[in-house]
């Protein structure tokens, strides 16, 4: 895609103590639009070098922001929230062209982002403490809340714009400045948001961008640092493990979103058509490039076929294309790596027996679109069950007691988001209990939004970001003890 003119909010070079600069030497890393596969931008290719000078500055901008009344905080949130609202359509299209989705999903997604921005200038003016009844005369317990300091964040491809909202707004609002390096293929979304922070008035120094293509390097100093002393990362579990260890050093924090591998659950009582739409939401969301999204389908035996051939429909109507262009619904995978992935799943489920019911075509000769697939009959051991498809592929496993898809669904190391549609309210019960989830819906295929505790369990991560316990893992808790 090419930027039309006057984007204002387009910028090439990191941001470090308020100042937009190029590399120390000077190199760049190339920006490529997956939807041709075009150049569309150079962008400062920084190193563990450049990180350290940029954790420099966020430590010294720390003292005068945990300082800063929270009203101000506040003010200056919100401010930025305005201005995220207002430039929607420019930063839109801006990561439309670098990340792939359509521009309706890419407006959603600003929206989604400045929502966490707007709960999270609200919710600082609520970081209260406790004074808690002593066990002895003449003593007061108080207990305060602080900030961790600073803070190293790391963000993925897929929603370049709202998960580093989702974590700079709960960050700036407990008072800690840090140090963000997004994901090196969509750099421009995170550079454009700092832009508008900047604007929105936030001092030089707390928000410090650092772009780079070898995030191995930069990532080992930001865990390295003993300047840093959180970390909140989004990305694969993989790398999750890795900061883990990296993070043992100094006894960082961390927060962790990690990888994913949703059961999406049909009972025989479920309203279909709402189980479709739920899926269509769920699953084909950003091309199906979502941590939260759909990845197995369970629909119990005597439905499978009803809800199989409803479903076909409803992906009959996807349009795949640019996503620059009018009607799109679906738009390419990210790179041609990941449009491997995708192929080899879905090679191996069939090779095991899956059956391809529906696949539509693709017309482009660049770019990196993989059809909208559904298979059925996919064997509840096929790969594509047990890994993170992130495409545009559903896959229809049958199933028959309430007990077995239980078992099915906790089978997986993951535990993100699960999906269930019933009309059963104890059963709903039941699963809310059983499923071994972080998050659950039910009877909708949409879970995500800025007052609800996003975040998994098992190997999915650890933390919560939104909502009220958003704020938690960005605060140290101090116990005082009076004696008077
Ligand atoms: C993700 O699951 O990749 C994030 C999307 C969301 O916050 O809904």
Redesign the pocket.
């Known amino acids: 895609m090419i930027f039309p003119d006057g984007l204002a909010l387009l910028r090439t070079q990191a941001l470090i103590a308020g100042d937009w600069c190029e590399a120390e030497s000077g190199k760049q890393f190339p920006v490529f639009d997956p939807a041709s596969g075009e150049l569309i931008a150079q962008v400062a290719d920084m190193d563990a070098a450049d990180a350290r000078r940029a954790i420099q500055a966020a430590a010294k901008a720390q003292v005068d922001w945990a300082q800063t009344p929270v009203k101000e905080r506040s003010l200056l949130l919100r401010r930025w929230f305005d201005l995220v609202m207002q430039h929607q359509e420019e930063l839109a299209q801006i990561l439309t062209a670098e990340q792939g989705k359509p521009l309706a999903e890419a407006r959603a997604e600003i929206a989604?982002g400045a929502s966490y921005i707007e709960w999270f200038a609200e919710q600082a003016k609520r970081i209260n403490g406790d004074i808690i009844p002593a066990p002895s005369r003449h003593q007061r317990i108080s207990v305060i809340k602080q900030p961790v300091g600073v803070v190293a964040v790391i963000t993925?491809w897929?929603?370049p714009n709202?998960?580093l909202a989702?974590k700079l707004a709960p960050a700036l609002a407990a008072g800690c400045t840090l140090v963000a390096k997004p994901a090196a293929e969509t750099p421009l979304s995170a550079l454009a948001l700092a832009a508008l922070a900047q604007e929105a008035g936030i001092p030089a120094g707390v928000i410090n961008i650092v772009t780079g293509s070898d995030a191995a390097a930069i990532g080992a100093e930001l865990t390295g640092n003993p300047l840093v002393r959180k970390i909140s990362f989004?990305g694969s579990t993989a790398v999750g493990k890795l900061l883990i260890q990296q993070c043992a050093a100094d006894v960082k924090r961390i927060t962790l979103?990690l990888g994913?591998n949703a059961p999406f659950i049909v009972f025989d009582d479920a309203d279909l058509d709402a189980a479709v739409a739920g899926a269509i939401a769920s699953k084909f969301?950003?091309a199906g490039?979502?941590?939260?999204?759909a990845n197995r389908f369970y629909v119990q035996r005597d439905i499978y076929t009803a809800f199989s051939e409803k479903l076909e429909v409803a992906m009959r109507a996807l349009r795949i294309g640019k996503g620059a262009e009018q009607g799109t619904t679906i738009g390419p995978l990210i790179s041609p790596a990941a449009l491997l992935k995708v192929q080899q799943l879905v090679d191996e489920a069939i090779s095991c027996g899956a059956q391809v019911a529906y696949q539509s075509s693709v017309n482009a000769t660049q770019g990196y679109f993989y059809p909208p697939t559904l298979l059925t009959q996919v064997p509840a051991h096929a790969a594509l069950a047990e890994t993170e498809i992130f495409g545009p592929v559903a896959a229809l496993i049958a199933f028959d007691e309430e007990a077995q898809v239980i078992e099915l669904a906790n089978r997986s190391v993951y535990g993100?988001?699960a999906y269930v549609f019933t009309r059963d309210y104890a059963r709903i019960q039941r699963l809310g209990e059983q499923l071994q989830t972080g998050m659950l819906a039910i009877n909708t295929g949409l879970?995500?939004n800025e007052m609800a505790p996003?975040g998994g369990i098992k190997q999915s991560g650890w933390g919560r970001?939104g909502s009220i316990y958003g704020l938690d893992d960005y605060l140290n808790i101090k116990y005082i003890n009076e004696n008077f």
Do not use: D, K
């Open positions: 989604y993925p897929n929603f709202a998960m989702r989004t979103e994913g969301r950003n490039q979502t941590c939260v999204c993100l988001a879970i995500s996003f970001e």
